[in-house]
């Protein structure tokens, strides 16, 4: 099976060494960055080529001959490269933080007969695969809520953060509105709001704050109070706000002693600077997912935690683990034939697909990814 994973970044690299591991799969890959394709040519066996991947005509040709797409690309240029990839009739699963609606493009795979499933890394993506499994294990679900961070192993003043995933899209991060479900109806909150303390094993105190994670869940999941917030050190949040309301994160250029110039990208060029995870630095990822609802008569509450760690052996970041293997595992149940529906898929529906759920449990044991589930009856009132 032929599979081409456009964007060898740091989640698009994890992505092409774990498929480039299995004999069965051949796999391409096309990035803008030779540097790094050549890299990955040395430990995996892979074929490569640099190309601007903004330009339709040139994901046709690098998709040319491919059973199956990966899209691993930042935000802002996700929707058209899914497009593309959709209109060339090749199934593919997405990782991409994008802002567009990815139903818009429904009618076209399913016309195109394409299983395109999108936002399928941790969250969006674990997240909503966990919450696909769950709703079809309870009679109705009452309430969900997902807090979920990358953070560094080390905290270092004054962000303590490292860029863990593309740089555009975590300042996308702190600027999108946050969408959320109160009372059967959506509610809307600033970005980086709402922080309150919650107490972690091994890490200890982190702060949750609103963020725009929920997204195809709202449409999906028919619960009356959904939730979804960030993880970082406590500190972070209000600092980003200081950036984010004194303009530092505004799109709209300014000119500067004749130049003109975003105020985003002159911020995202200073902090990314300081963001990089160095060679050696290490990260982890935290998730709790909780659940509550009723089945049989009884109110259950599902309970799920990860917390992951950099792998020194094979120097992959945790976030590009737990996004990336996400991706992988879902990967191999489309070319498997264990997930077949045709259209645009959130990762929810993978969740509930018979079979789904158990086979990507099976696929993060593998690879030392461990997630905890836990269930248990409330006493009701």
Sequence with gaps: MKISVLGAGLIGSAIIKDLAAESTLSVSATDSDFGVLESLANEVAISYDTADLRDSNVIADRIADADL??????????FETLKQVILCGKDV???????????????????QGVTAVVDCGVSPGLHNIILGYVDTQLDRVQSTACYVGGL?????????????????????????????????HMVVRPALSDIELLDFPQIGALEA????????LMRTIDAPFMIEKTLRYPGHANLMRVFRDSGFFDTDPIDINGQSITPRAFTSTLLFDQWELHEGEEDLTVMKVIVEGERAGKSQR?????I???DAVTRTTSMARTTGYTCTEV???VLA?????????????????EGCFERLLQGYETRGIHLRQDITELNES
């Design 302 to 306: 599902y309970t799920f935690d990860l």
């Design 152 to 184: 560094p192993e080390v905290r270092q003043w004054p962000y303590e953060y490292k860029a863990v995933f593309s740089p555009s899209d975590i300042i996308e991060l702190y600027t999108r509105p946050s969408r959320f479900v109160e009372h059967g």
């Design 337 to 353: 034939g264990s997930f077949t529906r045709k259209g645009i898929s959130p990762p929810e529906f993978i969740g509930r697909t």
């Design 331 to 333: 990967v191999r149940q």
């Design 93 to 111: 699963v997405d990782i991409s933080f994008f802002d567009e609606d990815p139903f818009l493009l429904d009618e076209l795979a399913r016309a």
């Design 308 to 310: 992951d760690h950099y």
């Design 69 to 78: 797409v990966v899209c691993a690309l930042p935000g802002f240029m996700g």
């Design 209 to 216: 704050f609103n963020t725009d994670g929920l997204r195809t």
